[in-house]
């Protein structure tokens, strides 16, 4: 399994942290928003929770859970893909997916692939609902799930929930007005009925998602954590022009157009040779051009924006187009899930990227690039030529997928320079793997903790890039899980006033960063502590930091 083996190969300490640090605290009961913040979605990590609960802290069990995404992420998009086209075309399609699922480009859970992968699971429910005589019951938990994937990344997952809506609405309730007849839907094979049950189990979610946000942590604390502070992280005018403005990017969407509206000029007669042959050139010139590129040029292109990266623009340029070529017809037409599939994916991927980018947050929705192709080849109809065209594409795209994955090009931003591996062969970190010194320098702090400071006296980590207090059984004592800027909207003085306030007496700063920009995330902090906190010992990656008086201030 391509995940088993990246785990092997690559651990990011300051992500994997993230999760299950922020787990571990909703573990011993706390609550998100309300105890402490965090500018994301609540899903994933209650799911890690819920691991930790069950199993106990191992990084066994969160790297089996990723794995079993991954498969779970394959087999959902091969049922979408099979909804555009058939037989071996839609393995083909899926092939390269081998590669681009989302933990074997990262290898940690994350919300990216977590909401990519309900998304997948909901619209399988909802072709399964639109399309077979299912009970009521069954359409209606199928709805309630439509509300998951916004629980699990913000900037996706309510998109998606509205379009779901407007496309049930339509099909289930206003559709056969427009085609003229009650009941029309059922002789073509929709069946509303179970839309409309699976409309009502939407309602029902986002009703009863909306009660539990309010009983637990609030629902103006959900709304300033979700959206007001996570609304600095999405990109500007600025960096939506970098994204999609590059002129090479458009051209070459234009030539796969060009490619796709050659192979519709039939006719009444046979489509001439050389009108299939250009078409199927343009179509499969860039996919072919950026694999050679990627083995030609490899080296050169790690340490820039990859090859196979700047297929995602053109492709979404051209499900654009062909979207809306075929818009006159959407209408009328029957079959919800595949009208809605590149409407869906555009616009899903284009909120994604208002996050980072398509260099920073496509590792986890290759699964739409892949549905993007599937519809655009699927307007070829049977074509005996179209099962080429999709083994031409998977093959491409696979050799180019490969390298990106080896060179662990995603991940650019941990430092990936040192002399060997280290792999932690025992303990909850069983199995983690780094470049030196990054274990072996936490190992001996777990050490010093362990021998130095009681578990009763509150620890503070700076930036807090260790899985440390889950590894430790300790609380965190602060508001706030990691010192990033979008997570943390505190300025240092704030956080130091805060750790007084909780009577924190240890504060542990990382000197030696695994991921280097974390550096300029935590600027002032570690300073404003020095003034209040003198260093009592330096350890290989560390300093450690004790208020010799005791804090002046109210318990919490």
């Not at 992280?233 to 090479?248: H, M, Q, S």
Request: charged share 15%; aromatic share 14%.
């Amino acid at each position: 399994m391509v995940h088993q083996w990246q785990t092997g190969r690559i651990g990011v300490l300051g992500d994997y942290a993230y999760i299950v640090d922020t787990a571990w605290r909703i573990a011993q009961g706390e609550l998100m928003y309300r105890d402490f913040g965090l500018p994301h979605s609540p899903l994933t990590f209650h799911v890690q929770a819920t691991l930790i609960k069950v199993f106990g802290f191992s990084y066994g069990v969160t790297a089996w859970y990723c794995t079993v995404v991954n498969v779970g992420y394959v087999l959902l998009t091969y049922g979408l893909v099979r909804v555009s086209v058939s037989g071996w075309s839609g393995v083909a399609l899926c092939v390269p997916l081998v590669w681009l699922a989302p933990h074997c480009i990262y290898p940690h859970p994350f919300y990216d692939p977590d909401v990519c992968l309900l998304v997948l699971l909901n619209l399988n429910l909802l072709q399964w609902v639109a399309t077979r005589r299912v009970g009521a019951v069954v359409a209606f938990l199928g709805g309630v799930t439509t509300v998951l994937p916004a629980l699990a990344k913000q900037n996706v997952g309510y998109p998606y929930v509205v379009l779901v809506v407007v496309a049930v609405v339509w099909w289930g309730w206003l559709r056969e007005r427009w085609v003229g007849g009650v009941g029309e839907g059922e002789r073509e094979g929709l069946e509303v009925v179970g839309l409309r049950w699976f409309g009502a189990g939407v309602a029902a979610g986002v009703v009863g998602t909306v009660v539990w946000l309010g009983l637990t942590c609030g629902l103006w604390n959900y709304w300033r954590w979700v959206f007001v502070s996570a609304s600095r992280r999405l990109a500007d005018l600025t960096f939506i022009l970098e994204t999609y403005g590059n002129y090479e990017s458009w051209a070459l969407g234009g030539l796969m157009v060009l490619g796709w509206w050659l192979w519709q000029r039939k006719g009444e007669g046979a489509r001439p040779f050389w009108v299939a042959t250009a078409s199927a050139t343009l179509l499969l010139g860039p996919f072919v051009v950026v694999s050679a590129i990627t083995w030609l040029c490899g080296r050169f292109f790690v340490g820039f924006d990859y090859p196979l990266l700047s297929l995602w623009v053109p492709v979404m340029i051209l499900t654009l187009v062909v979207g809306l070529w075929q818009l006159p017809s959407v209408l009328s037409a029957s079959q919800p899930v595949r009208t809605m599939l590149p409407w869906i994916a555009v616009i899903l991927t284009f909120f994604s990227f208002l996050s980072q980018g398509h260099t920073g947050s496509s590792y986890g929705i290759w699964a739409l690039f892949v549905l993007m192709v599937a519809y655009v080849v699927s307007l070829f109809g049977s074509d005996r030529r179209q099962p080429l065209v999709c083994w031409g594409i998977a093959i491409a795209l696979t050799l180019a997928a490969f390298p990106y994955v080896y060179h662990n090009v995603r991940l650019r931003y941990v430092d990936q320079t040192g002399d060997a591996l280290q792999t932690a062969y025992s303990g909850p970190l069983r199995r983690f793997t780094v470049d030196s010194p990054y274990l072996s320098n936490f190992a001996e702090l777990l050490d010093f903790v362990a021998d130095r400071i009681p578990e009763a006296e509150p620890v503070v980590c700076v930036p807090q890039e260790d899985p440390f207090y889950v590894m430790t059984g300790r609380r965190n004592p602060l508001p706030m899980v990691i010192f990033d800027s979008t997570a943390t909207p505190f300025f240092p003085e704030e956080i130091v006033e805060e750790a007084e306030r909780r009577r924190v007496k240890w504060v542990i700063v990382k000197r030696v960063l695994q991921i280097g920009h974390l550096a300029w995330e935590v600027e002032g902090i570690p300073e404003a502590f020095s003034e209040k906190y003198t260093t009592v010992a330096r350890l290989s990656g560390y300093d450690i930091l004790q208020r010799l008086a005791p804090a002046q201030a109210d318990s919490p």
